[in-house]
């Protein structure tokens, strides 16, 4: 009898993580900071998404929006 014998390793294990402001460069290039403006999660029952941050460049002009939407794997919020 053979056997086989699996090991299922997430492809996000490999991959490079970045700090969220690297990240935010890529899209924005002239991007130098941003400022947190809170809003209501109306979608889970454990509001967890509840900030939209306004990406700004060095004269502190806006040059974008940022919307991080973090989820669960499971249900134990809505599910969408």
């Known amino acids: 009898m053979k056997w086989l014998l699996?090991?299922?390793?997430?492809?996000s294990v490999?991959?490079?993580?970045?700090?969220?402001?690297?990240?935010?460069k890529k899209v924005?290039?002239?991007f130098y900071a941003f400022s947190e403006h809170?809003?209501?999660d109306t979608i889970s029952e454990n509001p967890i998404n509840n900030k939209?941050?306004?990406a700004l460049n060095k004269?502190?002009?806006?040059?974008?929006?940022i919307r991080?939407?973090?989820?669960?794997t499971g249900c134990?919020?809505?599910?969408l």
């Open 6 to 11: 699996l090991f299922v390793i997430p492809l």
């Open 14 to 24: 490999f991959a490079k993580k970045e700090a969220p402001a690297v990240l935010y």
């Open 28 to 30: 924005f290039k002239n």
């Open 38 to 40: 809170k809003v209501v």
């Open 52 to 54: 939209i941050l306004k």
């Open 59 to 65: 004269k502190k002009e806006t040059i974008g929006f």
């Open 68 to 72: 991080e939407i973090i989820t669960t």
């Open 76 to 79: 134990d919020s809505a599910c």
